[in-house]
């Protein structure tokens, strides 16, 4: 399943993330995964989360990278249950108007690896009313 938080820049979205991801991580039984731009604001990530820098692979720069890079993470470890990308139009090029064929292929990530993920969106609901968030959770 493929999870969205929306709002606008500085509404909170990160921290409800990190206290999503530090929930998820106390009921599974698998690995959680978060994936920043950068490490700032990630003090309070619990530290049996993975938290992933995409500052640290400065060579991933489009929407199919992105999705690549994803499916590696799930290849290499089948015990992943929830991956959190906070400010995801933020990696590679992904827009509103590519967050559609994203999400289409997050789904199909989902159902063959069985993992929940949780995205934040820069954006007002009414932003990506457009957007075919079918599949999706909008919270």
Do not use: W
């Not at 493929?2 to 990190?18: A, D, E, F, H, W």
């Not at 967050?99 to 995205?119: C, G, H, M, R, V």
């Amino acid at each position: 399943m493929v999870n969205l938080i929306t709002g606008p820049r500085g509404s909170g979205k990160t921290q409800q993330m990190i206290d999503l991801a530090n929930e998820k991580v106390k009921t599974s039984s698998g690995n959680v995964v978060f994936i920043k731009r950068s490490s700032k604001d990630t003090y309070s990530v619990d530290f049996n989360i993975r938290v992933i820098k995409m500052a640290d692979y400065p060579d991933i720069l489009t929407l199919e990278e992105f999705v690549g890079f994803l499916y590696g993470m799930a290849a290499g470890n089948h015990d992943i249950e929830a991956v959190f990308i906070d400010s995801i139009l933020k990696q590679a090029n992904i827009t509103l108007e590519s967050l559609p064929t994203f999400i289409e292929k997050l789904n199909k990530i989902s159902e063959d690896a069985k993992i929940d993920f949780y995205l934040s969106v820069s954006a007002d609901k009414a932003a990506i009313a457009d957007v075919d968030t079918l599949g999706c959770t909008v919270l």
